[in-house]
């Protein structure tokens, strides 16, 4: 009974809320009068929007049922694609039809370009003082780059040649100009433009690279001979198959004098990765040549009189010792090999292998051992000779007997001040100033 009474009450209480709700809502149908308030406060409502945006004084606006056309021209297509998203937005709209073009007239159509043209004459006004105290600074932080990359103290001391020095100044006026650079950005608060800026240097580093590769690698073998220097100036050398004497290293090839006098320039890389010969790293150096004896001869006395002869000499050095050995039996006889050891300091090898072959040829033939001879006779039959020849008899030809030794035995000079040309040529062209050289007595060597 207490429950079926407090729904009664409950009842009673709620009863007059719901008859002021039910008499406060809608009721009826919407009318004709309504439906076009509606759709001229929407264009109303459309025609405020475009009157502020500025861009649309050309563009009429009709609304029915909720349905808004539009017709017209812009100053572009972006624009009147742009009309469709904003007019939907409107509170009311059902559907949109935009007739909207643009325009054919030209002045129209470039207003905008000539507003946005202004406007960024506007910003540059702006930001004119900024940009100016940012170049500046960037002008003067350059200036002290330079000038301290100018300084010879601290980069002579710490470079091992002048060329890496100048490598080191070279870095020393880039770093100054990227801090001088970060600086004025962010006078400008523009830093984000600096990852922009590395990514496109980085880029065309890339292309720089790949373009200028052969160039790249001949300067890090310049760096790099420079440090390690493989020879001295004057050193005679072999360089891929290349011989002479030489003359200086520069950022970007390696010159010889060859003994013909020519030069020769060889680029750093390809002497980087050559196969180098230095002659002269070693005062000792070998002479070798070869004789040919008669291979029915005493060889054994034929080599150990070359080797005598040899080692007697007084420009051959008594350690190593000089030596002779039998090589190759050809048509023409036994090859006979001598070699002797010289100071080439003091020697000069080409003078000092051509008078020991010399005196080992006189004193194999004062011995009675015979050369061969590789002159060939031809027999021709009768029928090519004269008629008055070939009717006479043939004599035998008498054995012509061995030729005698002919020439001095004394010891020419073969000192090496006789190729001392090629040497006051090459100091001659080493003591122009003029001319690059990173050749330097007290580097490091392999």
Known sequence: MSFLRLCLLTLTLLFPALTTLAQEGPSGTITTEQSRQQDADIAVRIREILHELGNYDDVTVTVREGIVRLRGTTASMAEAQALEPLVSRVEGVVAVRNDVTETAELARRLDPAVDRFMARVNQLLVVLPLLV????????????????????????????????????????????????????????????????????????????????????????????????????PNDVVEINGDQGKVIRLTSRATILLSFDGNHIRIPNATVFKARIINFSENRERRFLFTVGIDSATDLAKARDLAKSIVHDLPFVLPEPKANAWLGDITDAGTELNVAGWIDQTE????????????????????????????????????????????AETPTPASPTPPPKPQGSRAVAEVSSEEDGALDRMIDAERQSEEKEDLLREDAATE
């Open 133 to 232: 105290i940012a170049a500046l600074v960037m002008g003067l932080i350059t200036i002290i780059g330079f000038l301290v990359a100018r300084m010879r103290q601290p980069w002579d001391r710490l470079a091992p040649n002048a060329f890496i020095a100048d490598v080191f100044r070279q870095f020393v006026r880039i770093a100054f100009v990227i801090i001088g650079l970060v600086v004025a950005l962010d006078i400008l608060n523009a830093t984000a433009l600096l990852s922009t800026i590395l990514g496109a240097a980085g880029l065309i580093g890339l292309a720089i690279g790949f373009a200028v590769r052969d160039t790249v690698e001949n300067f890090i073998a310049s760096v790099m001979l420079s440090i390690r220097q493989p020879f001295r």
């Open 347 to 390: 020697t000069s090898l080409l003078l000092a292998r051509g008078e020991a072959l010399r005196l080992v040829k006189l004193a194999l033939e004062h011995e009675g051992i015979a050369l061969p001879n590789t002159t060939y006779t031809l027999d021709l039959p009768g029928p090519f000779l004269p008629a008055e020849a070939s």
